[in-house]
């Protein structure tokens, strides 16, 4: 519990704004003389009281006191100075460069405090394997191809997020949310345990399907609990968890240094994910909607079939078009700086680390402004933008190599917000899952053929992988254009708006 305590001189009319409900970060409603209490907002509990005495020149001593207590569990901490020096200035909502777009309630601001630990457990999982492989190969015994067999075969749990989330439209989100996390961790704590490079391809295509699986589950329930203006933003919340995760993937990574098995450590650390999602997942209620939905029925409508139709063409298309030049950009970087520029691995480490570091504020950025300018706009922008920055760097080198990386990443990042909430939204809730799980699984596929062209291409061409990615970079310019005619504008839309038949 937080208390805030103020003692100021006021002038009569100062006092008449004191004794106003607030509609600020917080919504007061009154609760007798010269007290307030909570209609809205992130707080689990709220209460404001005055006590005014009129002084000898006519001006008012008050003593206001602001007692609350957040509605954010394990990031409390964080917002802990924010808030209370919003507390204290009662400025306009939109005034707090941190806070949302919109204000959460209780509930929102729970569940997504949540999410964000979980979705922190995801992006670890999803990173083990690509960090850990040649360290792995090493132990083993094998060579490139041994992993190249290891990481296209590991691909294929797409197919198990697909009946994973799929399941959720029947099951609930919050049960296979808590049963795609905890077997997720428990597959990869195998992988560490693993006796040679094809049991831990085996344990690792399902944990990497179970956790694709985790990570669609988590930007449903959000986009489902989120108020209408915040979905952008709190999907760009969630993405900059899952790079935290990813982060702390490689933070462990020097182990393998240590030892020649020091790799299986990063797998081990997948327990401690047990216990984040064992004691935050199940803290997690069944979405609203979904419960909605279930008692409510499918709807057998005609036009809501065809627009379902319609809309998993556009997404599923444009994530195949997306991901054939995203992956080989992101797969190939360090060979092209390597092999082509002639980096060191210091120097690589150094490069990445300068150029992807900075893409958590585009991602932060891009949520906000998908919200206030919407979805089409900054999608499309930012899609063209990045791609256009990002293939250019790819023909240059010395500062220009880094600073077209820089502002392709960026840029890029911003997109990313905007056209990942369009997944949950353009769906109603008893199709939600199954679609994005379809959505993902192109998108899959997408990737591989374009590491596969990318790689033929390069190697036609003696090695440079510049026209390469020139040419699969029509694909996303393409989804760029399709995001600004043809894909609704959601922001500011009610789900059920966006899809009638849940209405």
Known sequence: MTTIRTTLVCSADELTVRRTARNDIVAESPNGLDQWTLEHGPFRSYERTLQAELRDDGDFDV???????????????????????????????????????????????????????????????????????????????????????????????????????????????????????????????????????????????????????????????????????????????????????????????????????????????????????????????????????????????????ERWRTRLTLLAVSAFLVAMFAAPASS????????????????????????????????????YLAERRGRRTVGAVGLAGGVILTTLSFFTSGPALWLLTLSGVIIFASAVPALAVYGPELFGTHDRGRANGLVVT????????????????SDQLGGELGPALALLAIGPLAVAVLVRIRYPETAGLELEEINPEDA
């Open 63 to 305: 003593e206001e006191t602001t007692t609350y207590r957040l509605a954010i569990p394990v990031w409390a901490w964080l917002f802990h100075l924010p808030v209370k020096r919003a507390i204290k200035r009662r400025q306009e909502m939109f005034a707090y460069w941190w806070a949302p777009p919109d204000r959460l309630d209780a509930s929102a601001s729970t569940i997504l405090g949540l999410l964000c630990a979980v979705q922190i457990v995801d992006g670890y999982l999803g990173t083990v394997l690509t960090q850990t492989l040649t360290f792995a190969a090493d132990e083993f015994g094998h060579g490139n191809t041994a992993q190249g067999y290891v990481l296209g075969t590991v691909r294929f749990g797409v197919l198990i997020s697909l009946v994973a989330v799929s399941l959720a439209d029947r099951r609930g989100r919050r049960k296979l949310l808590l049963a795609t996390g905890i077997a997720s961790c428990s597959f990869t704590v195998l992988g560490g345990l693993a006796q040679g490079l094809v049991s831990l391809g085996a344990s690792q295509l399902i944990a990497r399907g179970l956790s694709t699986a985790l990570g669609i589950l988590i930007v449903i329930v959000a986009a489902e609990e989120m108020p209408a203006r915040c979905r952008a933003w709190a999907a760009s919340v969630l993405v900059l968890s899952a790079g935290l995760g990813s982060g702390m993937a490689v933070w462990i990574l020097p182990v393998a240094d240590a030892d020649v098995r020091g790799w299986r450590v990063v797998y081990l650390a997948a327990s401690l994910g047990l216990v984040v999602i064992w004691r935050y997942g199940r803290r997690l209620p069944e979405t609203h909607r979904f419960t909605e939905a279930i008692d409510h029925g499918a709807s057998e409508d005609e036009a809501a079939r």
């Open 332 to 367: 190939f970087q360090n060979d092209f700086l390597k092999d082509e520029r002639g980096f060191s691995a210091a120097q690589i480490s150094l490069f990445t680390l300068t150029t992807s570091t900075p893409a958590g504020l585009g991602v932060l950025v891009g949520g």
């Open 442 to 457: 192109v998108g899959v596929i997408g990737s591989a053929l374009g590491l596969v062209t990318a790689g033929f291409i």
